[in-house]
């Protein structure tokens, strides 16, 4: 079945870029039925999304991060990955990577099916 | 502060059952059947219990379900277990072609 696996430096220091990487195993990131999200989780606190990108490079963001954010895919290494800018100990988190089944349509993405595969998680911490 | 409002904590015995709440607008929970519902163990990566609403995926029993009316949707566990201790989130699509999580809800089996 399908994994996932994020990785990445596990410390960043404040002002520096966040880079993390997640890998598809057992099946195509080139699958039209899914965008694959970034998520995050400060500690002690709620989920919050990031950010998802289709196989095709079609991203969307959230637009409280939208201004650091990049998120983009490399088909052939069967990789997505996360770029944060200029980080605070704010972003300090867990950070997921997932799949989220998803309706696409001719004029873009029109629905969510949920996210059914999840990685493990990776925790960054922003300290200098 | 969430997008889409969710209690901070529910509790039942075993054996009850108990509804959590999501609230959002017209530009998410209210205009698309794209809500899913997630709970999460301490320590782990949230799980999917509920999708498009009401769909539970293979594996997810039918203790859990889910439903919608206007801007909230809502998730039912019957005869809760000790298991179903957890925290859960729920998530919606949006106009803006984004997703939003709730603020999550802490469920406590006494």
């Known amino acids: 079945q399908v994994q996932l696996q994020e990785s990445g430096p596990g410390l960043v220091k404040p002002s520096q870029t966040l880079s993390l990487t997640c890998t598809v195993s057992?099946?195509?990131?080139?699958?039209?039925?899914?965008?694959w999200s970034w998520i995050r989780q400060p500690p002690g606190k709620g989920l919050e999304w990031i950010g998802y990108?289709?196989?095709?490079?079609?991203?969307y963001y959230n637009p409280s991060l939208k201004s650091r954010v990049t998120i983009s895919v490399d088909t052939s290494k069967n990789q997505f990955s996360l770029k944060l800018s200029s980080v605070t100990a704010a972003d300090t988190a867990v950070y997921y990577c997932?799949?989220?089944?998803?309706?696409?349509?001719?004029?873009?993405?029109?629905?969510?099916?949920?996210?059914?595969?999840w990685g493990q998680g990776t925790t960054v911490t922003v300290s200098s | 502060q969430s997008a889409l409002t969710q209690p901070a904590s529910v509790s039942g015995s075993p054996g009850q059952s108990i509804t959590i709440s999501c609230t959002g607008t017209?530009?998410?929970?209210?205009?698309?059947?794209?809500v899913s519902w997630y709970q999460q163990h301490p320590g782990k990566a949230p799980k999917l219990m509920i999708y498009?609403?009401?769909n539970r995926p293979s594996g997810v029993p039918d203790r859990f379900s889910g439903s919608k009316s206007g801007n909230t949707a809502s998730l039912t566990i019957s005869g809760l277990q000790a298991e179903d201790e957890a925290d859960y989130y729920c998530?919606?699509?949006?106009?803006?072609?984004?997703?939003?999580f709730g603020g999550g809800t802490k469920l406590t089996v006494l």
């Open positions: 997932a799949r989220e089944a998803s309706i696409v349509g001719a004029t873009g993405l029109l629905g969510l099916g949920g996210m059914d595969v």
């Open positions: 990108i289709y196989y095709s490079g079609s991203t």
């Open positions: 498009e609403v009401s």
């Open positions: 998530s919606s699509y949006t106009s803006s072609s984004t997703l939003e």
């Open positions: 017209s530009s998410d929970v209210g205009g698309y059947n794209y």
């Open positions: 057992g099946g195509s990131i080139s699958s039209g039925d899914y965008y």
